[in-house]
């Protein structure tokens, strides 16, 4: 009832392949943006933009990154916690060294170190395929958080060796540091996490992301049709870690506040990729229902024993989270193995034809 | 010339200028070879007969070992209790295949392979829930494994060998040998490969699946437990131990996935070069720790090479 489509007719191929050719999408993506916008920064407590929004935006677009890479083009990677790890490496030298400059630009800017890496590390996947790819990449993360430990002009050779990041402004308003706002702090996330959806949205549905797809589905095929396989997977992966780069910046700018190599760790990597396949391989909304699941879930799990006045130690509830998370992922995967988003899928299709399903 | 000299010349002189130092640093780097083969095995194993990427084998080395030391602490005798957590990993073999594998007949690989983390955080939880976190001290003695140490004065140098490293390396020949003639001589061996060769063609002369995976993860359960006690003999029983099953990664790379024989040559291959890199090249050079990368970075560069591993079986596409 509220998803019907009939009166809606399509009189050209262009309108059929619009971004939305059901209306209702574009309204319902209108309610979601004014809430993110307006009714959630203005609602929202300290404990909730630190926990949960803040996060949820930076996670989906790490995901995104990984899931343009692997869920478009089809190449495993397990190195995604090293690409983060580059991107906010480079972001805090580009700082360090020029202060005059604008943060958000900074922001923006490392992800090309990212990508560059990333394009280093992508080269086997020219020749290396599957599963033994996804173990080359972890190559790229093990050297990667070794380097970020060994070589201190990376962080300034601090004592500590791990980085700050020091107090930015960006027109006079303090964006990132110790003394910065969560709001503004939320909203310059969420401002780069929006122009990044819809950049990765149009990417997929243009001739790169036909590409990428005919890549995934059968890369030999794809090169019979007259594919560029180098272009195709060298593209994927530097648009991929670019992506990952900017939003390893955010990670460590807009919301740690500081980081140390071992949080760029492998356990970072596996979350991302729990992220983008519960979502849904190959989707862009999934990636925002992953990040909410895997985000949201373990902070509901440590308010729950003690809403109900539970007598738990927080390191038996820590215990139980794990478990609960794995018994989750395989939940997921057993009843959907293709993502949320395709769940999402299948409910929008079958709000269509409510309540006359014949 | 300098940077040149140290890297070309200097280490190889200093290998020949001690080689008693060399002969302990290739025993260390055969030691830990031999257990990167162990669970790179039960990799193999299970990914021959399922094409399961197994991400757990590492935990479930960490969880026999637990079991095995918390089954002693309950009082029961040593080798009770070493039979007590094999039934423990054979009833995690059954669950598993029951629980997780059984729905996901059939999806492709790539979602397997997340429900083999899934089962792996679900293990730390598990594990850490009911033995704690803490580091625990492996019952080498009770279990009769030697502690002693065997000197050697090779070129009038010093050599040592620890008692329990030689008897963790018996062992694994020994299992290895006793794998070898099991997957080969028996009826369940010859299912198992017949079921890695062609899956439908085994169902289809009356091979159980199901039973099959049930066995191929207890012989994983088997193999772990053996490297839980190898390995916690040197390094103690903890949850740090999972971060060796990374190491087996670079192991299968090199061997190739469906290889028994590159598992175990890749083991050793890997065991020795990163020592002897991290020893003379990555600790004067590169300011130390080179193992947690080495064995990947060159692993890397043999698939360059040769994309399906070394001892792998040839990547043959059809359109």
Redesign the interface.
């Known amino acids: 009832m509220l998803y019907r489509t009939s009166g809606q007719f399509k009189t050209s191929y262009t309108a059929d392949m619009a971004l939305f050719p059901v209306r209702q999408d574009a309204i319902l993506l209108a309610i979601i943006l004014a809430f993110a916008w307006v009714i959630l920064p203005l609602t929202a407590s300290e404990f909730a933009f630190q926990t949960l929004l803040i996060p949820i935006l930076i996670y989906s677009l790490t995901a995104m990154g990984l899931n343009i890479l692997?869920g478009y083009a089809g190449q495993?990677s397990l190195g995604t916690a090293a690409f983060m790890g580059v991107g906010a490496y480079a972001c805090y030298k580009l700082v360090t060294i020029m202060p005059w400059m604008n943060p958000v630009v900074a922001i923006l800017m490392s992800g090309f170190f990212s990508a560059g890496v990333g394009v280093m590390f992508g080269i086997?996947s020219l020749?290396?395929?599957?599963?033994?790819l996804?173990?080359?990449t972890?190559?790229a993360q093990?050297?990667l958080?070794?380097l970020f430990?060994?070589w201190a002009w990376l962080y300034n050779y601090n004592a500590s060796g791990a980085i700050q990041v020091p107090n930015l402004d960006m027109f006079g308003v303090t964006v990132a540091g110790p003394t910065a706002d969560s709001m503004t702090q939320y909203y310059v996330v969420l401002a780069i996490v929006s122009l990044m959806t819809m950049l990765c949205i149009n990417l997929t549905r243009g001739t790169l992301g036909r590409t990428w797809k005919a890549t995934r589905d059968?890369d030999?095929?794809a090169e019979?049709i007259g594919i560029n396989l180098m272009k195709s997977k060298l593209t994927a992966f530097a648009i991929s870690s670019y992506i990952i780069g900017v939003s390893g910046a955010l990670f460590v700018f807009m919301w740690r506040g500081a980081a140390e190599p071992n949080l760029f760790d492998?356990p970072l990597s596996?979350r991302i990729?729990?992220i983008a396949?519960i979502g849904g391989?190959g989707s862009i909304l999934g990636n925002y229902l992953g990040a909410i699941l895997i985000v949201g879930l373990p902070v509901i799990l440590n308010t729950l024993p003690q809403t109900f006045g539970l007598p738990i130690s927080s390191?038996?509830v820590e215990?139980?989270?794990?478990?609960?998370?794995?018994?989750l992922?395989?939940f997921f995967?057993?009843i959907e193995?293709h993502g949320l988003a395709r769940l999402w899928a299948l409910i929008r299709e079958k709000l269509m034809i409510w309540p006359f399903p014949h | 010339m300098e940077l040149l000299n140290n890297i070309l010349v200097k280490p190889f002189v200093d290998m020949v200028e001690a080689p008693d130092f060399l002969m302990q640093v290739l025993w260390e780097g055969l030691v830990s070879g031999i257990l990167y083969a162990l669970i790179a095995l039960g990799f193999v194993l299970i990914f021959r007969s399922s094409r399961i990427f197994n991400f757990a084998q590492g935990i479930m080395v960490v969880f026999a070992a637990l079991a095995l030391v918390g089954f002693h602490q309950l009082g029961v005798p040593a080798w009770i209790s070493v039979i007590l957590s094999l039934g423990v990993m054979f009833v995690l073999a059954v669950s598993i295949e029951r629980v997780v594998l059984r729905p996901l007949v059939g999806q492709p690989d790539i979602i397997l392979f997340m429900a083999t983390i899934g089962i792996t955080l679900f293990l730390i939880g598990f594990g850490e829930l009911i033995f704690g976190g803490e580091n625990k001290v492996m019952i080498t003695e009770e279990l009769g494994i030697p502690t002693g140490e065997f000197i050697f004065e090779p070129f009038g140098g010093f050599l040592l060998l620890e008692q329990k490293d030689v008897t963790a390396v018996v062992v694994a020949a020994v299992l290895v040998v006793a794998l070898l003639l099991f997957l080969n001589k028996t009826r369940m061996g010859r299912a198992i490969r017949a079921l890695g060769d062609d899956h439908q063609a085994a169902l289809s002369v009356g091979i159980s699946l199901q039973t099959i995976w049930v066995l191929v993860w207890f012989i994983a359960g088997i193999i772990a437990l053996v490297t839980g006690i190898a390995w916690g003999a040197r390094a103690g029983v903890s949850f740090a131990l999972e971060v060796i099953a990374y190491k087996a990664l670079p192991v299968l790379m090199l061997g190739g996935l469906e290889s028994i024989t590159g598992a175990i040559i890749g083991g050793l291959m890997i065991g020795l070069l990163e020592k002897l890199f991290e020893i003379y090249w990555g600790q004067p050079l590169l300011g130390g720790n080179t193992e947690t990368w080495f064995a990947f970075v060159l692993a890397l560069f043999v698939l360059l090479f040769r994309p399906q591993g070394l001892f792998g079986e040839r990547i043959i596409e059809r359109v």
């Open positions: 692997t495993l086997p020749r290396i395929k599957g599963f033994y996804a173990i080359a972890l190559a093990f050297f958080v070794w430990e060994k059968m030999i095929a019979l492998i596996f990729l729990f396949i391989l390191a038996t215990h139980l989270n794990i478990m609960i998370v794995g018994s992922i395989i995967l057993i193995p």
